[in-house]
């Protein structure tokens, strides 16, 4: 009988404890990407997506991908007889994935501020083919025999909600390491749902 009591009064304590806990546990969203490339002074813009999973409390852990439309840009040739200006297509892509925590700073109203420091891989490729799921998809295959260069991403943001559906605002130092490191300005703004 005890042993029932105790068992009892256990169970009593606990679950107010475990309706305290946070109720959402994944959070899947989409984004549409802006990257600022230092090196070679050009902007990108695509779309990606993100899943993320509570790993304690305020933290999250969340894995993300992106894929960059190829960008136009202006060219200059200097004919001795007519000195064009082209503007041609660079043909060059990017796909990039990271992986790290995203750390709430607390709660005000429904907007939560946060930091992130992720880590990851990106791919830059040259292809003149029309920008369709089919290439994002190669791009994918492809990554193990093109170019793939490391990732850091630190950043930080504020996401704001109401009940399961979400909006986030990113901003971050893409910085990718070939022949030394490379930092880029990273935008992404999207909605998302919790569940």
Do not use: C
Request: hydrophobic share 40%.
């Amino acid at each position: 009988m005890k042993r029932l009591a105790f068992l009892f009064i256990l169970a009593g304590w606990l679950v107010p404890l475990a309706s305290a806990q946070e109720t959402e546990h994944i959070q899947v969203g989409v984004f549409a990407d802006y990257l600022r490339l230092a090196q070679t002074d050009t902007n990108y813009a695509g779309l990606g997506v993100r899943v993320g999973v509570i790993a304690y409390h305020s933290v999250k852990l969340e894995g993300e991908m992106s894929y960059d439309f190829d960008q136009a840009f202006t060219e200059s040739f200097t004919d001795s007889t007519t000195g064009t200006i082209t503007v041609r297509r660079t043909g060059m892509r990017t796909l990039h994935g990271e992986f790290g925590p995203k750390v709430n700073l607390g709660e005000h109203w429904h907007v939560h501020p946060f930091v992130t420091l992720k880590g990851g891989f990106v791919n830059f490729r040259l292809n003149n083919e029309p920008a369709t799921i089919g290439t994002f998809f190669s791009s994918v295959d492809n990554l193990r025999r093109k170019n793939v260069n490391g990732v850091l991403y630190p950043g930080g943001g504020l996401e704001g909600h109401l009940g399961p559906l979400g909006i986030r605002l990113d901003i971050g130092d893409e910085m990718y390491f070939n022949s030394g490191t490379h930092n880029n300005l990273r935008v992404a703004f999207g909605p998302y749902i919790r569940f």
